[in-house]
């Protein structure tokens, strides 16, 4: 596996500059294809191919972000993305060739931050990498700033400070996008959001083709909080509920 260092020579200002992607896909032409446009985004660059060189490449390099496709030789990416989170949590931008739901929500599942679904547009990618990143500085920055208690409702718990989610005392392990998406609904409860504007606050996206991902991290985080939590209002959004104690 080769390791790619870009030229620090005029990137140093970019926002990508210093920030170090693992990109994993078996396809030689997509694999250099993203790369060739991370470097260009400043960004330090290694690829791997399969699903053993990828774990290892996590734990030897220390990505700050994984792009990573579903299909793998040897094992897949969602066994890629659990291994390497039981390591030390980085955020996953999963790639699938199938626009299956099941995947995707079983990516989120084992701690994938985001997905695309093949074919996808450079830029699209590249703005969704920039988006992960810019999220787990505003996780870092919350969690040395002071927030005033914790948000209660009902029998949910949102502590802002630690990041952390309890259901009726018990703790619920949600991927950093989970979170973000829950506290954008839990500061309006009852309110009804639109797709838009959930993917506007929590992914910094404002192109309405994205407004699928919103679903499947919705059916995601229906699934660890209870469905009950999160009205559907078709045709519109979602609203957090607070049930009758």
């Not at 990137?11 to 170090?20: D, N």
């Not at 259901?167 to 506290?183: A, I, M, N």
Request: aromatic residues 4%; negative net charge; contains cysteine.
């Amino acid at each position: 596996m080769e390791q790619t260092h870009t030229s620090h020579n005029g990137v140093a200002a970019t926002p990508g500059a210093q920030r170090r992607v693992l990109v994993v896909e078996d396809d030689a032409t997509i694999v250099e294809a993203i790369a060739a446009r991370l470097r260009a985004e400043g960004f330090l660059v290694q690829t791997a191919v399969d699903g053993p060189a990828a774990v290892d490449a996590a734990e030897a390099w220390q990505p700050d972000l994984m792009v990573l496709d579903i299909m793998l030789p040897g094992f897949d990416g969602l066994e890629v993305c659990r291994r390497v989170q039981a390591q030390r949590p980085v955020p996953v931008l999963m790639l699938t060739a199938r626009d299956d739901e099941t995947d995707m929500l079983v990516g989120l599942g084992v701690g994938a931050d985001d997905y695309m679904t093949k074919p996808f547009s450079m830029r699209e990618l590249t703005a969704r990498v920039h988006v992960l990143l810019r999220r787990v500085e505003r996780a870092a920055l919350a969690a040395v700033t002071p927030r005033s208690g914790i948000l209660r409702l009902g029998e949910l718990e949102v502590d802002h400070a630690q990041r952390r989610v309890r259901v009726r005392g018990e703790d619920v392990h949600l991927t950093p996008t989970e979170f973000d998406l829950l506290v954008c609904l839990a500061n309006t409860p009852r309110a009804v959001l639109s797709r838009e504007q959930l993917l506007a606050e929590v992914w910094d996206w404002a192109d309405a083709s994205g407004t699928r991902t919103v679903d499947s991290h919705i059916k995601a985080l229906r699934r660890k909080i209870g469905a009950e939590r999160i009205r559907t209002v078709h045709g519109v959004g979602y609203a957090l509920e607070t049930p009758a104690p």
